[in-house]
């Protein structure tokens, strides 16, 4: 259970870190931040001024609400993502703390109206299941087809393109195979093959470029990469960073492949590099923290977070533990 616990703590994490500087660009967080080491005052943020120094957003605040429905449900469905996701924006207050995706907002809006949930997501292209994509896996045990299925359950709602399920689904598989004890090349092939399977799951198709191919592009360029600051240069510029499902899932994965096991660094890559920086850090320190079977944050900052958002996340990885059929 202790690996699903640290991967919730890492996601959290790169939450908080990365909230102050969404959407600011790489250069503007380097001349004025460098590599980010510490939990930064909401004050300078574009966006986020409202929160408080250490305080998740949607990213880890869906994760855990799904976590937590789908064990009192005892299953992954449709009705439970949507249950979910409309409890998680009433009770988190998240429109009015303007930190609700464009895409989930406008398909929960259209699913309480009455719309059905299949139809709802057509337009999401964006990375609203991705970022939420932690939580079926964690609660999924060892069944490659019923993982796809709670992939595919959790993103539709929202987010039913080819564009967002590709990324996904990408990231679900690789997900899946750290949580298992995969080696590094092990985790790079099942979000490539994650990427191949998930293109082809939406009759809703969107132009766009390929996560996979992406990805692929993006490894050659990483290994070659002399220092911290080269390969963020490569991801911001060439990859990207907005948060287009098809930008922030390479540009995460990119991140893990640069850090691999050190998910200090990647968590401070990911809330350095400028654009969609709070999901990028929290994909990349999850990534990172599951290869690693652990992490190595600082005890000070882990504890901020913990404390600002009051935060039982020992709780969430006993149920997802449980959800997996595992004994505590």
Request: proline share 2%; with cysteine; net charge negative.
């Amino acid at each position: 259970m202790d690996v699903l616990l640290r991967a919730l703590e890492a996601f959290a994490v790169g939450d908080a870190m990365g909230m102050p500087t969404e959407f600011m660009t790489l250069e503007m967080i380097h001349n004025r931040f460098g590599l980010i080491d510490h939990l930064i005052d909401p004050s300078c943020s574009f966006i986020h001024k409202n929160l408080k120094k250490g305080q998740i957003t949607d990213d880890t605040e869906q994760v855990l609400y799904l976590i937590e429905t789908f064990y009192k449900k005892g299953s992954i469905t449709i009705g439970a993502v949507v249950e979910a996701l409309c409890r998680w924006i009433e009770e988190t207050q998240a429109e009015e703390k303007g930190y609700v995706g464009p895409n989930t907002s406008k398909a929960l809006k259209k699913i309480r109206a009455g719309e059905n949930p299949e139809e709802a997501g057509k337009d999401g292209t964006t990375c609203g299941a991705a970022m939420r994509v932690l939580a079926p896996v964690l609660c999924v045990g060892d069944d490659e087809e019923k993982l796809k299925e709670a992939v595919w359950v959790c993103s539709i709602p929202t987010h039913n393109t080819n564009l967002a399920l590709e990324a996904a689904m990408s990231l679900g598989f690789g997900f899946y195979v750290a949580v298992a004890g995969a080696s590094f090349r092990e985790i790079i092939n099942s979000i490539l093959e994650g990427a191949r399977v998930g293109k082809e799951m939406s009759n809703v198709r969107f132009a766009g470029a390929s996560t996979g191919t992406r990805i692929r592009y993006a490894l050659d360029e990483i290994s070659n990469s002399r220092s911290v600051e080269e390969a963020m240069s490569f991801v911001y510029n060439v990859i990207g960073t907005n948060m287009e499902s098809n930008e922030v899932v390479p540009a995460a994965v990119s991140i893990f492949a640069y850090a691999k096991g050190d998910v200090w660094l990647a968590i401070r890559m990911g809330a350095s590099i400028g654009g969609d920086t709070d999901t990028i850090a929290a994909i990349a320190g999850a990534l990172s923290c599951l290869y690693n079977r652990g992490h190595n944050i600082p005890d000070e900052i882990l504890e901020e977070v913990i404390s600002v958002n009051g935060l039982d996340l020992r709780g969430f990885a006993k149920m997802a533990w449980k959800m997996r059929g595992e004994k505590l």
